[in-house]
């Protein structure tokens, strides 16, 4: 049996509750410290590859290192599509759970969203509805808030233990 959303064409896994891989959208420019996310590793008892990150920032240098694999609005290519190696490596993957880290209502963070393969999304008040399954009221830069509250609701909707 196939299941859609209303209004929203994203592609969604169909696997039983559960959570053993996560992936994170993170602005880097609201929020610079997305090696936090790896914590969920601990919090959910998952592999240690099983929490994927990517970051947004509106201009990054190539030269750069950054710890957090970066794309920006110079990676959209023509009719939509995202020229970015470690964007579209994150895209290839599957997700229990998505976390889209982000305020700011920005078209490459939404079609971001929209292409990861998710079959539960998180993410703020502040975006549009239709991104997410789980809206959270929390301050972006009140993470460990934002970690206690997902994970209370995940095990109020069974999906953790």
């Known amino acids: 049996m196939s299941e859609t959303r209303v209004g ?4 969604v896994i169909e696997r039983s509750k559960g959570i053993t891989s996560i992936g994170c959208i993170v602005d880097l420019d609201d929020f610079d410290d997305a090696n936090q996310f790896y914590g969920f590793v601990e919090d959910y008892n ?3 590859n099983a929490v994927k990150i990517i970051g947004y920032k509106s201009y990054y240098d190539k030269n750069s290192p950054y710890s957090t694999p970066v794309f920006s609005d110079k990676d959209l290519g023509w009719n939509g599509a995202i020229e970015n190696s ?3 490596e994150f895209l290839s993957r599957e997700y229990d759970l998505l976390v889209n880290y982000y305020t700011s209502d920005n078209l490459l963070l939404q079609l971001m969203s929209v292409k990861t393969k998710a079959r539960f ?3 703020f008040k502040e975006v549009d509805l239709i991104y997410n399954d789980l809206i959270m009221d929390s301050p972006l830069k009140e993470f460990k808030t934002f970690k206690t509250e997902l994970k209370k609701y995940l095990g109020v909707l069974n999906e953790i233990e």
């Open 46 to 48: 998952l592999r240690p």
């Open 8 to 11: 929203q064409d994203s592609p």
């Open 121 to 123: 999304r998180v993410g």
């Open 86 to 88: 470690y964007a579209l």
